[in-house]
């Protein structure tokens, strides 16, 4: 196939209807169905990539095996599809922005006024349609983020149109994603809001194709006719998307309203074959119908917005299916546990993670948790800045280096035994400047890790300016805790783990990007039966 085909998603009515999901379940039908299938997002904002954002503002900032800081929905994108995104897949109007300007600085425009169109649409579309030359795909699915109607939105639909225009007829098609809402008084749902946001997509040249309508009710036939009619697509182009208990239903509810059907019709694609969801379905199956349950508390301090440790949460998801495990995820806030309450809040529960995270608020609650996971043998993994704090109170309680910390918490320490890496010292500019994206990491003969892993060479991805002091390795080691992980470049210590206890280990990496439902991450597998013994 020599054509690349494209679709669009698009959002209405409301955000958080969950087109990041819509969005990866048919890429998965139609990967499935033997369609070399990719996504991208693109973002309304005008940061150049959401690393300089609060996670309280945008959620987990997710890391690509190229470095690029990105949109959380990459994350689903690679979870469910389990082949990696990099820096293509995003893109912000930011970013956009930036390389305009920075080619009108060179001169590139050659004296021409440069303007939202044609400059910035142009821009737009040669990036939404970088993925597709590449001749890896079929099918690129491009998500606008934003809702139709935004005033952000305006270039990236007006590029969907001028684009959907030049690729020609059935190479470019525009599924709109709106809520159709249930007003209890009347007892009915409610078409309005999707005619009137089909009719804002319209204002601005585009016809929606498909519709895909959240609802919190079955849609009957008549509804279905009705949107129909008022909206220009064929009623089988009426897709319902009701609620879900979990997000891994969605490409199964897909199937059977024939999203991907009606979508490869429109593409004058065939079928191929019917989606092979075996493995899908197996995981499915192993976490609908777990045999144990093991509450595990996540030790953070932006544990109020779920969306901060969105890939943590679902790497839990994927190794309860691996271990037939119901996993209570019990979000504890770091700040507010001390010496005096520690016990009483970590009361009953399986296993501790240390969540990742920057600057000080917390930390001592942290450093609190690491210290009752290791002196209660109670399974514990840190992550990232976890990671950090368990070196900290290894080097605290045990060394006896009452003042020992992180530089990133206090600069100047007498004890650094967190420190700042030393090509850090003369960044200054904050944003996509740390150590990003994949690294090697040499896996110690006959530690815990290596036998997690089972293999010595391993590659995970980053996301720190602070790192494990190489001057404190052979104290730290001698009182029993190991670096059994280091970068074989560098010597940059990436995993630390305690011999003497049952499962204590610390990364200085981010496994939770690399989770997916096709690769549970062995980290969190091991972690999870470990919590599963230890409960017995
Ligand atoms: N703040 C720490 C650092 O920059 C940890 C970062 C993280 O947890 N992602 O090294």
């Not at 494209?6 to 969005?23: P, R, W």
């Not at 919190?216 to 998307?241: G, P, Y």
């Not at 305690?498 to 972690?527: C, D, M, R, W």
Request: aromatic share 8%; net charge negative.
């Amino acid at each position: 196939m020599n054509q690349t085909k494209y679709i669009f998603v698009t959002g209405g009515v409301t955000s958080s209807l969950g087109k990041g999901i819509i969005a990866a379940s048919l890429a998965k039908l139609l990967q499935a169905r033997g369609y070399r299938t990719t996504i991208q997002k693109f973002d309304p904002y005008i940061n150049v990539d959401p690393g300089t954002l609060n996670p309280y503002e945008h959620g987990e900032c997710y890391v690509t095996d190229d470095g690029a800081e990105t949109d959380l929905d990459l994350g689903h994108y690679e979870r469910f599809l389990n082949v990696p995104t990099s820096q293509a897949n995003n893109v912000t109007t930011g970013r956009v922005y930036l390389s305009v300007i920075e080619k009108e600085r060179r001169g590139e425009f050659l004296g021409k006024t440069v303007q939202v169109v044609p400059h910035i649409t142009n821009e737009i579309k040669e990036r939404m349609q970088q993925l597709g030359r590449s001749g890896d795909y079929d099918i690129v699915i491009t998500e606008i983020g934003g809702t139709v109607g935004d005033i952000e939105s305006l270039p990236y639909i007006e590029s969907v149109r001028q684009l959907i225009y030049e690729l020609g007829e059935n190479n470019g098609i525009v599924i709109h994603l709106t809520l159709v809402p249930y007003l209890a008084a009347a007892g009915e749902l409610k078409t309005k809001p999707t005619q009137h946001s089909v009719k804002t997509l319209m204002e601005s040249g585009i016809k929606a194709d498909i519709l895909v309508c959240r609802t919190e009710h079955e849609l009957s036939t008549e509804l279905r006719q009705k949107l129909a009619l008022f909206c220009n697509v064929k009623s089988e182009a009426v897709i319902q998307s009701i609620d879900a208990s979990t997000i891994y239903d969605v490409p199964n509810l897909m199937l059977e309203e024939g999203l991907d059907r009606v979508a490869l019709k429109k593409l004058d694609l065939s079928e191929k074959n019917s989606p092979d969801l075996k493995q899908w379905n197996d995981f499915l199956y192993r976490l609908k119908n777990p045999k144990h349950t093991v509450n595990i508390g996540l030790v953070g301090k932006y544990v109020e917005l779920q969306d901060s440790y969105k890939s943590i949460l679902e790497a839990f998801i994927h190794a309860g299916s691996a271990n037939e495990t119901k996993i209570n995820v019990v979000s504890i806030h770091s700040e507010y546990i001390d010496k005096d309450n520690v016990a009483d809040k970590l009361k009953g529960l399986d296993g501790l993670l240390v969540a990742p995270g920057f600057g000080e608020r917390g930390i001592e609650g942290k450093i609190e948790t690491v210290r009752y996971a290791r002196e209660n043998n109670l399974p514990f993994m840190g992550i990232c800045l976890g990671m950090q704090m368990a070196v900290i109170e290894y080097s605290r309680n045990i060394l006896g280096l009452k003042d020992a910390n992180s530089t990133e918490m206090n600069a100047s320490t007498a004890n650094p035994v967190i420190n700042i890496m030393e090509e850090q010292k003369t960044i200054t500019q904050k944003g996509g400047t740390m150590r990003l994206g994949s690294w090697k990491c040499t896996l110690e003969e006959g530690s815990l890790a290596r036998k997690i892993y089972g293999a010595a060479q391993i590659e995970e991805r980053h996301r720190h300016r602070y790192e494990f002091n190489g001057k404190y390795r052979e104290a730290l080691e001698s009182a029993g805790l190991k670096a059994s992980g280091v970068n074989p470049d560098t010597g940059l210590v990436e995993v630390i783990e305690l011999e003497s206890h049952p499962f204590f280990i610390g990364v200085q990496y981010h496994p939770e990007y690399k989770s997916t439902v096709a690769n549970p991450h062995p980290l969190f597998v091991h972690f999870v039966k470990a919590a599963v013994a230890a409960k017995r």
